[in-house]
């Protein structure tokens, strides 16, 4: 399994960025998928989780209203679009899947998640 996030970068304060993570060596369609993040001496934490039909969506609070997370089953790709975003939103952005029995799904706790990928960075300018 590997699953690889790209789409990082530098930004300014109020700007965009939308993450990628594709996967493969998995069934893509039968995992649930999140988003964590960890700043700089932080702990990491959940950003946003999305169940296997898409249709079950979840988001820490510093999250809403400003990021949207989705995923396209036919290519294998969770995004995670970040909007108005914040020097405090600067961070290691990680995908995560775990195998789901239930289309409707969804996992908040990093250690519910059993595959992770490397992470990218994103950095948020004042």
């Known amino acids: 399994v590997q699953l690889q996030a790209s789409g990082g970068g530098l930004v300014p304060a109020g700007g965009s960025l939308r993450l990628s993570c594709v996967a493969s060596g998995m069934a893509f369609k039968f995992h649930a998928l999140g988003w964590f993040r960890q700043a700089p001496g932080e702990q990491r934490e959940g950003v946003a989780s999305?169940?296997?039909?898409?249709?079950?969506?979840s988001y820490a609070e510093s999250a809403k209203g400003r990021f949207t997370v989705a995923r396209d089953n036919d290519k294998n790709t969770l995004y995670l679009l970040m909007n108005s975003l914040k020097p405090e939103d600067t961070a290691v952005y990680y995908c995560a899947a775990v195998q789901a029995a239930f289309e409707y799904s969804i996992f908040a706790k990093e250690r519910e998640y059993a595959y992770w990928g490397r992470g990218t960075q994103v950095t948020v300018s004042s």
């Open positions: 999305i169940s296997i039909d898409g249709r079950h969506t």
